[in-house]
């Protein structure tokens, strides 16, 4: 049984993270040239699907959309019902903040919080 140092795993995945990146770049190019063709200049958002030789081509067309929170928080009372309702509030943790409590705080912080293990990150940089 031959044992794999960690120099060859090194290599191996410097060399299939290039792999993968070069196939994501060309996946994105050949995906951009299909939305290029299908795309209603019509439309700003929505799905283009086609039937072709034994496929289903679907692709959808979006815009991103951000809300200045800080604005929003400093007119929230004034809103209209209806308009408030066009925005969802999220809470997020603050684990700078989360690891300065101690004691009863802590304990009250955890009891909204579920906590579940992250995927590890490897990042391997020339020394």
Do not use: C, N
Not at 35 to 60: C, F, H, I, N
Not at 67 to 87: G, H, I, S, Y
Request: aromatic letters at 4%.
């Amino acid at each position: 049984m031959q044992t794999i140092t960690i120099a060859e795993l090194i290599a191996a995945r410097i060399a299939a993270k290039r792999v993968e990146d070069a196939a994501v770049a060309e996946r994105r190019r050949i995906d951009g040239a299909i939305a290029d063709l299908l795309k209603d200049p019509a439309k700003v958002e929505g799905t283009v699907s086609q039937k072709l030789e034994g496929y289903k081509l679907s692709v959808t067309y979006a815009v991103s959309r951000k809300a200045d929170t800080d604005k929003l928080q400093k007119e929230w009372d004034k809103l209209p019902p209806a308009v408030a309702a066009a925005f969802r509030w999220k809470a997020e943790v603050s684990t700078t903040e989360l690891r300065k409590l101690e004691g009863s705080e802590a304990a009250a912080a955890a009891s909204f919080i579920t906590t579940s293990p992250a995927s590890p990150t490897v990042k391997i940089e020339a020394a």
